[in-house]
C-alpha cells in the first residue's frame, strides 16, 4: 500500500503529533513497510470465522459501584500542570 | 400547512445516578462540590491507569433500556473513540460503537406519536471547561461519569413532539431511577438533527445538528428557529449545510460552530483494557421485575381518575405520582386535585422541596372532607399545614383539631344558633324577605350563622335547618 504525504500529515493531525519534514518522509517508508507486513494476513481465509477483539477469553469483568479513597488527590493531579487556577487546570483558550 | 416537512432525530445524553464513576471509585455527585475534588488517576489518565467497570451502571443501562421498550443486548462490548480536547486528558473517549447495550425500542408520547429509538449506548462523560477572554479552565469532576447515550430514529417531525419526547424521556429516565434529572446541572443533554425537505420527498434535506441543549423549552425554540432559517434558505435556492450550531437562549437563534463536511475520523477500535460483556438473561429478568412505575402505567392506572391534562402536569413530578400510587384509589381523584390546585400552586412552589404528606393524612384528610368533618377551604389549610416541619408528623385529625377547624355538625347545636340568628332582630328583615320568596337573602342567613359558628358549622346542614325553620 501506497503512503503519501497526505496521509502522513493526516495522521498527524490526529495524533496530535508535530513532525518534520524529514520525518516525514522516513515515516512514510516505514508505514509503508508496517503495512506491508501485516498485510500478510489479508491471504488468510477467515470466512465463517467471528471478529477477535481480545485473546484472553474474559468477560463482564466489573466492580462494586463503592467510593474508594484515592492514591493521589486534587494537589497531585494539579501538580502535574503547567498552571492552575481556582483549583483548576488552566489552558490556551479553546473553542 | 407548511411549505416544508421537518425532520428531527435526538441524540440524548443520560448521567447515570451511581454512586462512583463508570471507569472509577470516586463520587460522581459532584453537584456543588469543589473543582477537581471528585477525580481518580484514572479519570486524569496517567500512564498505566486501568479502567475498572462500574456494575450498577451496567445495572443501571439495562434498567433505562427496558424503560425504553428497548431489546437489551446480552453481549456488548466497549471501543475507543479517539480524540484531543482538554475536557478528555486520556486523548479517547470509551464508548460503545459496535455493540451497544441497548437496541431498538420506542417511546410513545402523550399525543400518540411514537418515537423509535435507534439503539443506546454507555459512555463517559467529559470534563467541563470554562472559557474566559484569553484562557480556559478545565474541572474534570465530571470527567468519567456513566452516560447513557440514547439515540432516535428521524421520526419526529414538529418543535412541540421534539420537546414532547425530551421531556418524556426525562420522565423515563427519573422514574426508572437511573438518572437525577437535574436539568440545570447537566444531568440530561440533548443534540437535535433537523432537516427539510418539500412534503413527500423520497430523501431526506441536508441536517444540521443543533448541540446540547439542556431544557425542553430550548429543544422546542431551536427547533422552530432552524425551521424559520432553512425555509429561507430554501426559498432562495441556496443549500442548508451540514454543521453543528449552537443555540442561545438569550438570543433564541442558533449560530454555526463548526463545519462538518469532511467527516471526523475518530479512528474507533474495539478497547483493549475491558473484556466484553455477556449479561445473564437473569439479571435483565430481574432489572424487569424491579423496574418501577413508568408514566404510561400511570396514565393506565388513573386514566379516567383524573382528567388527562392534570395528569400530564402531575406527571413531571416523580414523588407526586408516587405518592398518588400509595393511596387509596378512591382518594386519588381529590389527591391529585389538591396536588395541582394547591401544592403545584406558585405562591406554593417551595413546598415541594419538602418532605410530601404520608398515604395516612393524605387519605384521612379526603375522609374527613367527605364525612362533612371539614370544609373544602379547611381541607387546603389542613393541606399546607402537612409541609410545616412542626406538623409533618401529626395526624390529619390533630392538626385540623389545632387549628380549629373541623366543622359543627351536629345538628342540635346547629339548630340552636339558628335559632339565635332568626330571632335577631338585625335579621328580621331578610328572615321576612325570605318568606315573601326572595331567595337569594338565604345566602345572607347561611352568612349569619357561619360567623356566629366562627366559621365551624356546616354550611350544607345550615342551609338544611334554615329552610326548616323559615318555612
Known amino acids: 500500500m501506497k503512503i503519501t504525504r497526505e496521509d502522513i500529515d493526516h495522521l498527524a493531525e490526529l495524533s496530535n503529533f508535530s513532525l518534520e519534514d524529514a520525518e516525514k518522509e522516513s515515516l512514510k517508508g516505514d508505514l509503508e513497510n508496517i503495512i506491508q507486513y501485516i498485510s500478510e494476513l489479508s491471504n488468510l481465509d477467515t470466512d465463517g470465522i467471528s471478529p477477535t477483539f481480545q485473546v484472553f477469553e474474559m468477560e463482564n469483568v466489573w466492580r462494586d459501584d463503592e467510593i474508594l479513597a484515592q492514591d493521589a488527590d486534587r494537589e497531585s493531579l494539579l501538580a502535574l500542570t503547567k498552571e492552575e487556577e481556582d483549583h483548576q487546570i488552566k489552558i490556551p483558550k479553546v473553542l | ?471
Open chain 2, 1 to 471: 400547512m407548511k411549505k416544508y416537512e421537518i425532520t428531527i432525530g435526538i441524540e440524548c445524553h443520560v448521567q447515570l445516578a451511581t454512586k462512583t464513576k463508570l471507569f472509577s471509585e470516586v463520587d460522581n455527585d459532584a453537584r456543588g462540590k469543589s473543582p477537581n475534588s471528585c477525580v481518580s488517576p484514572v479519570d486524569y489518565a496517567l500512564p498505566g491507569m486501568l479502567p475498572r467497570l462500574n456494575k450498577a451502571a451496567v445495572e443501571m443501562a439495562v434498567t433505562a433500556g427496558l424503560a425504553l421498550n428497548s431489546t437489551i443486548n446480552l453481549k456488548s462490548r466497549f471501543d475507543r473513540k479517539h480524540y484531543f480536547y482538554p475536557d478528555l486528558p486520556k486523548g479517547y473517549q470509551i464508548t460503545q460503537l459496535y455493540s451497544p447495550i441497548i437496541g431498538p425500542g420506542y417511546v410513545e408520547l402523550p399525543s400518540g406519536t411514537k418515537v423509535r429509538i435507534e439503539h443506546a449506548h454507555l459512555e463517559e462523560d467529559a470534563g467541563k471547561l470554562t472559557h474566559f477572554d484569553t484562557y480556559s479552565l478545565v474541572d474534570l469532576n465530571r470527567a468519567g461519569t456513566p452516560l447513557i447515550e440514547i439515540v432516535s430514529m428521524p421520526d419526529i417531525h414538529s418543535a412541540e413532539d421534539a420537546r414532547d419526547y425530551c421531556k418524556e424521556l426525562w420522565r423515563l429516565m427519573t422514574y426508572s431511577g437511573v438518572c437525577l434529572g437535574d436539568l440545570y446541572n447537566g444531568n440530561m443533554r440533548f443534540d437535535v438533527n433537523i432537516s427539510l425537505a418539500e412534503p413527500g420527498a423520497e430523501k431526506l434535506g441536508t441536517r444540521a445538528e443543533i448541540k446540547n441543549l439542556n431544557s425542553f423549552r430550548s429543544v422546542e425554540h431551536a427547533v422552530a428557529y432552524e425551521y424559520e432559517r432553512q425555509s429561507k434558505l430554501l426559498d432562495r435556492g441556496e443549500k442548508v449545510k451540514q454543521e453543528t450550531r449552537g443555540f442561545s437562549d438569550a438570543t433564541g437563534k442558533t449560530t454555526s460552530q463548526r463545519s462538518k463536511e469532511e467527516s471526523q475520523d475518530y479512528r474507533y477500535m474495539p478497547e483493549p483494557d475491558l473484556p466484553p460483556l455477556n449479561l445473564p438473561e437473569s439479571l435483565v429478568e430481574e432489572k424487569k421485575k424491579s423496574l418501577p412505575l413508568l408514566p404510561s402505567d400511570y396514565r393506565r392506572m388513573f386514566g379516567g381518575l383524573i382528567p388527562e391534562n392534570i395528569l400530564e402536569i402531575l406527571l413531571d413530578y416523580p414523588s407526586l405520582m408516587q405518592k398518588l400510587a400509595e393511596v387509596d384509589k378512591k382518594f386519588a381523584t381529590k389527591v391529585a386535585n389538591l396536588f395541582s390546585s394547591v401544592l403545584l400552586a406558585e405562591e406554593n412552589a417551595s413546598l415541594l422541596n419538602d418532605p410530601l404528606p404520608s398515604k395516612d393524612q393524605l387519605e384521612d384528610l379526603i375522609s374527613m372532607q367527605e364525612n362533612g368533618d371539614l370544609s373544602s377551604t379547611a381541607v387546603k389549610s389542613v393541606f399546607l399545614k402537612f409541609f410545616d416541619k412542626e406538623m409533618h408528623f401529626k395526624s390529619t385529625e390533630t392538626i385540623a383539631k389545632e387549628l380549629n377547624l373541623i366543622q359543627e355538625n351536629d345538628t342540635d347545636t346547629l339548630e340552636k344558633i339558628v335559632e339565635d340568628v332568626v330571632s335577631d332582630p338585625a335579621c328580621e328583615k331578610a328572615v321576612a324577605d325570605f318568606k315573601s320568596g326572595s331567595e337569594k337573602v338565604l345566602g345572607f342567613l347561611v352568612g349569619q350563622v357561619m360567623k356566629a359558628s366562627h366559621g365551624k358549622a356546616n354550611p350544607a346542614t345550615v342551609n338544611k335547618i334554615l329552610r326548616e325553620k323559615l318555612k
